[in-house]
Structures are given as C-alpha cells and as structure tokens.
C-alpha cells in the first residue's frame, strides 16, 4: 500500500509539474506523450462525472445529432481541460501565494487530490450550467433560421 501511495504521488507531482512546464518551456517528445497519459489518468473521475451529468439531457430524434456535437464532444474536452485547470491552480497557487509551502502538493498528495477533483468537478459544473444552455440555444435558433433555406 505504501508503494501504491508513492507511486500515485510521484504520478500526481509530475502530471502538475508539467502541465504547469508546458506553458513555460519545451516538452520533449517523450515528455509531451507521459503528460497525455497522465492526463488521460487524471481525467478519468472526471469524465464519470461528466458522463453522470448528461444523463438527464434531452435525446428526442430532431435534437440527437445537435447534442451529440454540441453538448457531449465539448463536456469530454472540458473533463481533460479540467484535468489541465486544477493542476495550474494548485501549481500557481504554491507558488505565488506566499502562505502556502511550494511543494505542498508534493508532501500531502491527499489534499492535492481532493482539491485537484473538487477544482476539476467546480470547473466542470459552471461550464455546465452556464454554457450548455447557451449552446442548445444557440443550436435551436441556427435550426429555426436553416430549416426555411433547406426546404426551399
């Protein structure tokens, strides 16, 4: 259990070093490519929440294409953009804000994961509740404005 511990905290401590290098410097090849999967790794809770909150969406027949492409596609790219968002926020946030150690994140990886999911699951939820609405709008008001264009 004690490996298991630091394996997950080594993992946890690359993935935000890095997403915060990538802003900052080169990634090489190699580097670039363990950052997906770490991030990939990371996103996965993520995405079961995702996946938890568009159950209820609607899935008549006229709306199944229009939420498939405007609402599920941008959700799964949020949960990875999250994943990204909660590392920058604890790596930054380490390092700019005096009253917190810089390498906190390194010596509790419990904490750092319980504020990494709950920044990821906040990031999450306002995207959901604020634009997701605006895009099943958006997306009704383009089909009320092409359906006169296709029938003629």
Known sequence: ?????????????????????????????????????????????????????????????????QTLFYVCIPMIAFAFGSSAFSANIIKFSSEKITAIPSDNYKKHPFIATIVFYVTGILFIFIFKECFIPLFIKITLITLKLISPLIQS
């Open 1 to 65: 259990m004690y490996n298991l511990i630091k394996i997950y905290s080594s993992c946890l401590e690359r993935f935000i070093d890095d997403i915060y290098l990538v802003e900052n410097k080169k990634l090489s090849g190699k580097e670039f490519f363990m950052l997906l999967i770490y991030m990939s790794l990371f996103s996965l809770p993520l995405l079961a929440f995702v996946f938890f909150l568009l159950h209820p969406l609607p899935d008549s027949n006229e709306l199944s294409e």
